[in-house]
């Protein structure tokens, strides 16, 4: 005999008056670049894994002032001063994102472009200190706004990339300050960026990743995120000394 045996069954009609099911989800172009599966999230792990050729650099303290100071050189010659110094955020995203489209312009890769074309940059600013009212002392969580800008490519590549550059990072913070919710639809996007032309900036120079990684027996010797595998992603950490930068880039 079968070890399965069926006892009883029913059959429930559902009524006319029931509410229809329910139509297909549909999510916006951004959304559905976020939206993975179990089976694709373990596709994407393993292949993420097998990508595992990147390069961090660590700017001490003298290297982020000689930046800084370039960077006010460039735009005081331009005859378009800064309004104030650039942060040393400011100043290493300029560089990484000067980097990255000329890397990309000349590369001969499919996803390669030309100098007329925009490329953008993407970073994420904390927005709990700028809240009217603020976010109360006991929120340990994430508050969170998004900051876009794009420049063309062109402008990437002058002599003055690193200050326009600047300027831009500037300019989008400037507007996060003075609006700090306008960002707050992380998949809106007018008009839509091109990913391939899309650099992403991840953490930030003032996270203080090795002293939140000291539990008491002193701060590790190496710090780094393991999943910034992609083209176009960096992530930025306070360096171990507390007072560089250091920026994990992956090949592009």
Not at 69 to 81: A, C, K, M
Not at 84 to 90: E, G, L
Not at 102 to 113: E, G, P, T, V
Not at 218 to 227: A, H, L, Q
């Amino acid at each position: 005999m079968s070890p399965v045996r069926i006892v009883e069954s029913a059959y429930v009609g559902v009524p006319e008056t029931a509410a229809p099911p329910p139509g297909p989800i549909r999510f916006a172009a951004m959304e559905a670049l976020w939206v993975v599966f179990p089976v694709a999230l373990a596709s994407s792990v393993f292949e993420d894994r097998k990508r595992l050729t990147r390069r961090t650099f660590t700017l001490d303290e003298g290297d982020i002032q000689r930046l800084k100071q370039r960077i006010v050189h460039l735009n005081e010659s331009g005859g378009t001063p800064l309004p104030r110094p650039p942060s040393a955020f400011a100043a290493v995203v300029a560089l990484a994102w000067t980097c990255f489209a000329r890397c990309k312009s000349f590369s001969l890769d499919d996803d390669s472009f030309s100098l007329d074309d925009d490329v953008w940059l993407f970073f994420f600013a904390d927005i709990r200190e700028r809240l009217d009212p603020p976010v109360g002392a006991g929120y340990i969580g994430s508050c969170l706004t998004k900051c876009l800008a794009r420049l063309p490519a062109r402008e990437l590549h002058g002599e003055r990339a690193l200050a326009v550059a600047a300027s831009a990072v500037q300019d989008e913070i400037n507007k996060m300050k003075e609006d700090p919710i306008a960002g707050w639809n992380f998949f809106s996007f007018d008009p839509m960026p091109s990913m391939d032309r899309l650099m992403n900036i991840s953490g930030s120079s003032g996270f203080s990743a090795y002293q939140i990684a000291d539990f008491g027996w002193g701060k590790p010797r190496r710090t780094e995120p393991i999943r910034m595998n992609t083209d176009g992603q960096v992530a930025l950490m306070g360096s171990r000394d507390g007072r560089g930068v250091q920026a994990l880039i992956p090949p592009i």
